[in-house]
């Protein structure tokens, strides 16, 4: 039996999330004294889903809890905050961060740009299952378990957050619904060993020269991408009216209801026709999932609003009103830690270097043979690796102007990300001990 919560009002309990949202964003803005070496330690992202946590485990507030009904029978409760920031806010979110995405101007950044990009990717997808596959030999009990506690279904969330970003990472833990008790860890290994690689790019960017030198590449084509990219920026940027802010909302949510009509028809046309797809054991089960469907519908619209005016809301702040939900998503699955189960894995977290590794070493190799820019690996890298949300800090440390640049590319992976982690994870359930 759970006990009950201090708050059980949903209402006070967003209120109070929406709280530590805003302290943490508002302590991680500021640039000098305590707060700025406190979140050199523990990353900002770390932190929103770390605070809820701590509410959670000291049952101030719970994701679910057990009541005595007045019949003596034993009543469960669960807040819809999770439920209605993944089915609402999750795919709007979706929808208005990669509205903004320009295909025919990815292609332009040139080839050696989205190699780069795509060998990330491919590292990310390729690193999974060797991880796996190398650990076992020494440590099988760590990428083991079974069902819903099976640790490749763990491991789905990383490969979302690493392809795509928060909104793909949370998909997956949907979709492979793996045991939330133990995400913790998850979330640990993913935040920790994505930061330690983030540190060694900003160190190389300080000898940059010297790796582009190794590289021999030939660094024309980023100068022209600094004239692109200011020219592109310029045309879009405006202050947003409330007419701006109230499409940008419309666009958003027309999407997710029609993302849950999609979703709703397709998975059960599936499931009315095909068994393998009522099976939960089976890889195939995904494709019956609504929750699927929902995050694909959704994705798909946002790339066919690209190549209509509608793109032009990026301008206003669609990309982050889209990143306001994503934040919101990950607070309430923050409620959901087990802070004691963080470290009870403490293998996994050589999983993720290990993994890490992989991804490092493919971008480097591919870097050498078709002599890429640094600044191509480095972005290229953090568009999968952090997505939205690091790949503008890795460009514009390069030069400002080149913000952009990593926010094209992020983009791209919240299309990617989904997808490319559900292959990623079929390949760690082969990998996977028995």
């Given at each position: 039996?759970?006990?009950?919560?201090?708050?059980?009002?949903?209402?006070?309990?967003?209120?109070?999330?929406?709280?530590?949202?805003?302290?943490?964003?508002?302590?991680?803005?500021?640039?000098?004294?305590?707060?700025?070496?406190?979140?050199?330690?523990?990353?900002?992202?770390?932190?929103?889903?770390?605070?809820?946590?701590?509410?959670?485990?000291?049952?101030?507030?719970?994701?679910?809890?057990?009541?005595?009904?007045?019949?003596?029978?034993?009543?469960t409760?669960?807040?819809?905050?999770?439920?209605?920031?993944?089915?609402?806010?999750?795919?709007?979110?979706?929808?208005?961060?990669?509205?903004?995405?320009?295909?025919?101007?990815?292609?332009?950044?040139?080839?050696?740009?989205?190699?780069?990009?795509?060998?990330?990717?491919?590292?990310v997808?390729?690193?999974?299952?060797?991880?796996v596959?190398?650990?076992?030999?020494?440590?099988?009990?760590?990428?083991?378990?079974?069902?819903?506690?099976?640790?490749?279904?763990?491991?789905?969330?990383?490969?979302?957050?690493?392809?795509?970003?928060?909104?793909?990472?949370?998909?997956?833990?949907?979709?492979?619904?793996?045991?939330?008790?133990?995400?913790?860890?998850?979330?640990?290994v993913?935040?920790?060993?994505?930061?330690?690689?983030?540190?060694?790019?900003?160190?190389?960017?300080?000898?940059?020269?010297?790796?582009?030198?190794?590289?021999?590449?030939?660094?024309?084509s980023?100068?022209?991408?600094?004239?692109?990219?200011?020219?592109?920026?310029?045309?879009?940027?405006?202050?947003?009216?409330?007419?701006?802010?109230?499409?940008?909302?419309?666009?958003?949510?027309?999407?997710?209801?029609?993302?849950?009509?999609?979703?709703n028809?397709?998975?059960?046309?599936?499931?009315?026709?095909?068994?393998i797809?009522?099976?939960?054991?089976?890889?195939?089960?995904?494709?019956?999932?609504?929750?699927?469907?929902?995050?694909?519908?959704a994705?798909?619209?946002?790339?066919?609003?690209?190549?209509?005016?509608?793109?032009?809301?990026?301008?206003?702040?669609?990309?982050?009103?889209?990143?306001?939900?994503?934040?919101?998503?990950?607070?309430?699955?923050?409620?959901?830690?087990?802070?004691?189960?963080?470290?009870?894995?403490?293998?996994?977290?050589?999983?993720?270097?290990?993994?890490?590794?992989?991804?490092?070493?493919?971008?480097?190799?591919?870097?050498?043979?078709?002599?890429?820019?640094?600044?191509?690996?480095?972005?290229?890298?953090?568009?999968?690796?952090?997505?939205?949300?690091?790949?503008?800090?890795?460009?514009?440390?390069?030069?400002?102007?080149?913000?952009?640049?990593?926010?094209?590319?992020?983009?791209?992976?919240?299309?990617?990300?989904?997808?490319?982690?559900?292959?990623?994870?079929f390949?760690?359930?082969?990998?996977?001990?028995?």
């Amino acid at each position: 039996m759970i006990n009950r919560p201090f708050i059980t009002d949903d209402t006070i309990v967003f209120g109070l999330l929406m709280l530590l949202l805003a302290f943490v964003f508002y302590t991680s803005s500021i640039k000098d004294g305590f707060w700025k070496k406190f979140y050199i330690i523990f990353p900002s992202l770390l932190m929103c889903y770390l605070l809820p946590s701590i509410f959670s485990s000291l049952n101030i507030i719970s994701p679910e809890w057990s009541e005595m009904g007045e019949n003596g029978e034993i009543i469960t409760q669960k807040s819809s905050i999770y439920f209605i920031a993944s089915r609402y806010l999750l795919p709007a979110a979706l929808v208005l961060m990669t509205l903004s995405i320009d295909l025919k101007a990815m292609f332009k950044l040139g080839p050696k740009a989205l190699i780069m990009f795509f060998t990330g990717t491919v590292g990310v997808i390729i690193g999974a299952p060797l991880a796996v596959l190398i650990m076992s030999i020494f440590s099988p009990e760590t990428v083991g378990g079974a069902g819903f506690d099976a640790v490749w279904r763990g491991l789905s969330t990383i490969a979302g957050s690493w392809i795509g970003g928060g909104a793909n990472q949370a998909a997956m833990l949907e979709v492979f619904q793996y045991n939330q008790e133990k995400y913790g860890a998850m979330v640990l290994v993913d935040i920790v060993v994505a930061n330690i690689w983030m540190a060694i790019l900003l160190f190389g960017i300080g000898r940059k020269e010297k790796i582009d030198k190794w590289l021999k590449a030939d660094n024309r084509s980023i100068d022209e991408l600094k004239e692109k990219v200011t020219a592109y920026s310029s045309t879009v940027t405006r202050n947003p009216s409330l007419t701006d802010l109230m499409v940008i909302l419309g666009i958003a949510f027309t999407a997710v209801g029609l993302s849950h009509w999609g979703s709703n028809s397709i998975s059960d046309l599936l499931k009315a026709n095909f068994t393998i797809v009522n099976d939960p054991t089976s890889f195939a089960s995904t494709f019956g999932d609504r929750f699927f469907w929902m995050v694909t519908i959704a994705t798909a619209l946002g790339i066919l609003f690209s190549f209509t005016k509608l793109k032009e809301y990026e301008g206003a702040g669609a990309s982050k009103i889209g990143s306001v939900f994503i934040y919101i998503l990950v607070a309430s699955i923050g409620m959901k830690m087990d802070l004691g189960s963080v470290m009870s894995n403490p293998g996994l977290l050589v999983v993720g270097l290990i993994w890490m590794s992989i991804h490092v070493l493919l971008l480097v190799i591919v870097a050498k043979i078709i002599k890429a820019p640094y600044f191509f690996l480095a972005v290229g890298s953090k568009a999968n690796i952090g997505g939205a949300a690091s790949a503008p800090i890795i460009a514009s440390a390069f030069h400002p102007s080149l913000a952009s640049v990593g926010v094209l590319l992020a983009v791209f992976g919240y299309v990617i990300g989904t997808y490319g982690a559900l292959l990623a994870t079929f390949l760690m359930e082969i990998a996977a001990p028995k």
